[in-house]
């Protein structure tokens, strides 16, 4: 029972994101087509929600839900990583036409096709586990 308000947050995720028809593929395709802002400004908004999150949280010294501070790491220089790793990111998505946040939204909501998705993620994030030491960090 102590963990239910993170499956409570868990389906307000959801029900936002199928609400803002974010894991619509054709609202995906009309991203990757430049026809519509409508995505666009969903990443603009999350990507405003987590910079300022990430300030509250440094600024006011928050505490996550044990009572531990939370420590947010300097992240190291680099492009190399960012561009390859974007890439890719961009590509599985536009082949796929749902980036991993919704994949489980497409499941509980009848679309089996997902379970693919699904499985090529888990794929692919056990590959980056038997190379990361071999990547560029």
């Known amino acids: 029972m102590k963990y239910i308000k993170f499956i409570l947050v868990g389906f307000v995720f959801g029900i936002v ?19 519509s802002f409508h995505m ?61 946040g919704p994949i489980f939204i497409l499941l509980g909501a009848g679309f089996w096709g997902a379970g693919v998705i699904l499985l090529g993620a888990l794929l692919g994030t056990y590959i980056y586990g038997l190379l990361k030491d071999i990547l560029p960090h």
């Open 40 to 100: 666009f400004g969903i990443i603009m908004v999350a990507v405003m929600t987590g910079l300022i999150g990430v300030q509250l949280i440094k600024r006011k010294n928050l505490k996550d839900y044990t009572g531990a501070p939370i420590a947010i790491e300097p992240k190291e220089k680099g492009f190399a990583r960012y561009i390859i790793g974007g890439t890719l990111f961009g590509l599985g998505w536009a082949m796929v036409g749902s980036c991993p």
């Open 17 to 35: 994101l199928t609400k803002s028809e974010a894991v619509s593929w054709y609202r995906i395709y009309e991203m990757f087509q430049f026809q």
